[in-house]
């Protein structure tokens, strides 16, 4: 199995809504990373878990809550969104830091805020 | 990390080979070029990546500059699966990769 796998590749939410991402690989992979990205836009890294700890939270509201319950599965709760957070949502993973192969990238949860 | 500067926009005729450029004129030493495209509404794709010598696999090939300072990403021969936007980026190895602006390759019949 080579492939990140995101579910659902949809998801229309309330404001008041909570909700969850989720993201799973079964390559072995000990890095786990969530990414938004907005149209025609690069995307962001938003965190990164490294051995199922949180390494990198780049400043991100609170309102996204990650979470990785084990080392193939990688959560994004969500609480309270602004419409302004309507974008692509990508997960991705990685072998061990101290080697490079690089990132597998899901295809995305398009998430629409209303 | 070092910072990459890519065009914008590159037309290429379908047949014909991509030559991508990135200038990345404040890269280390222990820094490595890694490219990556994203072809519409799915995710990045790893194309290839290299640290000083020019490297080939079966999607691409990546000739670096002597001084490393500038690259070029080479697809052999476009077609129009390969219309995307392409990533230049430079980094050490460590687990917080980050995209700059990209060149949109427009393949064209």
């Known amino acids: 199995d080579t492939e990140v796998t995101q579910t659902p590749k949809h998801l229309v939410m309330g404001m008041t809504n909570k909700k969850s991402l989720k993201c799973e690989q079964h390559?072995?992979?000990?890095?786990m990373y969530w990414y938004k990205q907005k149209a025609k836009k690069p995307p962001e890294l938003m965190f990164v878990?490294?051995?199922?700890?949180?390494?990198i939270n780049e400043s991100v509201p609170s309102r996204f809550s990650p979470e990785c319950p084990n080392s193939s599965l990688l959560n994004l709760h969500l609480h309270a969104l602004q419409p302004e957070d309507s974008a692509l949502y990508l997960c991705a993973s990685s072998q061990d830091t101290a080697e490079f192969y690089g990132y597998t990238f899901g295809s995305g949860t398009r998430l629409t805020v209303v | 990390d070092a910072k990459t500067t890519q065009p914008p926009s590159m037309d290429c005729a379908e047949g014909r080979a991509a030559n991508l450029p990135c200038n990345h004129s404040t890269i280390s030493g222990n820094e490595y070029v890694y490219w990556y495209r994203q072809i519409h509404s799915q995710g990045p794709q790893y194309i290839i990546h290299?640290?000083?010598n020019n490297e080939t696999n079966e999607m691409a090939s990546l000739i670096i500059t002597e001084d490393r300072k500038s690259s070029t990403l080479i697809l052999p021969h476009a077609t129009l699966r390969d219309t995307a936007v392409y990533y230049c980026i430079v980094r050490v190895v460590v687990n917080d990769m980050r995209f700059g602006a990209g060149t949109r390759l427009t393949v064209k019949p």
């Open positions: 390559m072995g992979h000990r890095a």
């Open positions: 290299g640290l000083k």
């Open positions: 878990y490294s051995y199922e700890k949180l390494s």
